[in-house]
């Protein structure tokens, strides 16, 4: 696989209790951050996985029912902290972002997509059609606010779906099949079912090895050692419970097989603190 250098933010992040989102956890609250990587590619350039949460999300759960969403999932952002900002920073202008890929289309992956125009959006098409089927409370419900989608998204988006299949490096068995998304076999989309209709994760090769950035296949790399999924409750308001459970699965077979390989949760405090 073709290198790429990889930098991860935390862009904002809520509290929850542990014991939501992991069986046997604490029922005290815990920091789920929200994380973004920039990934430059020696041809490409600046690449983003994810935005993590942006000022959009407040101004998009500003009416009803999208409100609901802000009221059951309350996240803070900082002054500064939005991903555009933070690679500004880095002397990245937002403008020189050449593509974005989403894992998925839940708002605390997807709200600061309006924040980079000149990327190409590399998405799952199961995820969007997910996002625009039945009515704007039915979407709130499953995590999703259309108002984040910009203008122009149609002319420039890139299914996952429709993306080269490649074989993964043996290394990553039982995952097997991925998407090029740049026809270099420097990124590879893989689906990871069961969070949500259209949920990917993306692997790469950085200077310490395979990396694969897991998304919300897992909220703690602590579940994935341990192959331990969310408690039912939380397990039935996910996508497909079934597919959750295999591909948790999955990943803790992969860290058996091959623990020197990088399992990157997006909501993972201990990833955060290593970034
Ligand atoms: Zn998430």
């Not at 043996?170 to 209709?197: I, Q, Y």
């Given at each position: 696989m073709r290198r790429v250098s990889l930098t991860g933010f935390r862009v904002g992040h809520c509290r929850h209790p542990q014991a939501m989102a992991i069986r046997g956890g604490r029922w005290a609250p815990v920091d789920f951050p929200a994380l973004a990587f920039l990934i430059l590619h020696p041809e490409e350039g600046a690449i983003l996985f994810d935005t993590g949460y942006d000022p959009a999300f407040w101004q998009a759960t500003e009416p009803f029912p999208e409100r609901l969403y802000r009221w059951t999932t309350p996240p803070v952002l900082h002054a500064g902290e939005a991903l555009a900002d933070q690679i500004a920073v880095r002397g990245i202008a937002p403008g020189e972002v050449r593509h974005l890929i989403l894992s998925h289309f839940h708002a605390d992956h997807m709200a600061g997509t309006h924040r980079f125009p000149n990327a190409t959006i590399h998405a799952a098409r199961a995820g969007f059609e997910a996002l625009c089927r039945g009515s704007r409370l039915s979407s709130v419900r499953r995590g999703m606010l259309r108002a984040l989608v910009p203008p122009?998204?149609?002319?420039?988006?890139?299914?996952?779906?429709?993306?080269?299949?490649?074989?993964?490096?043996?290394?990553?068995?039982?995952?097997?099949?991925?998407?090029?998304?740049?026809?270099?076999?420097?990124?590879?989309?893989?689906?990871?079912?069961?969070?949500?209709?259209?949920?990917?994760?993306?692997?790469?090769?950085?200077?310490?090895?395979?990396?694969?950035?897991?998304?919300?296949?897992?909220?703690?790399?602590?579940?994935?050692?341990?192959?331990?999924?969310?408690?039912?409750?939380?397990?039935?308001?996910?996508?497909?419970?079934?597919?959750?459970?295999?591909?948790?699965?999955?990943?803790?077979?992969?860290?058996?097989?091959?623990?020197d390989i990088r399992l990157t949760p997006s909501h993972c405090a201990e990833c955060a603190e290593r970034l």
């Open positions: 122009g998204f149609d002319r420039r988006v890139r299914w996952f779906e429709d993306a080269a299949p490649v074989a993964l490096p043996a290394d990553l068995t039982p995952f097997t099949e991925g998407a090029d998304l740049l026809g270099d076999g420097s990124l590879l989309a893989v689906p990871l079912p069961g969070h949500c209709p259209g949920h990917w994760g993306l692997v790469l090769r950085d200077e310490a090895g395979l990396h694969f950035l897991v998304a919300d296949a897992a909220w703690f790399s602590e579940a994935i050692r341990t192959d331990t999924p969310p408690p039912w409750p939380t397990m039935r308001l996910l996508g497909d419970a079934a597919a959750t459970r295999a591909t948790l699965h999955d990943l803790h077979c992969l860290h058996r097989r091959n623990p």
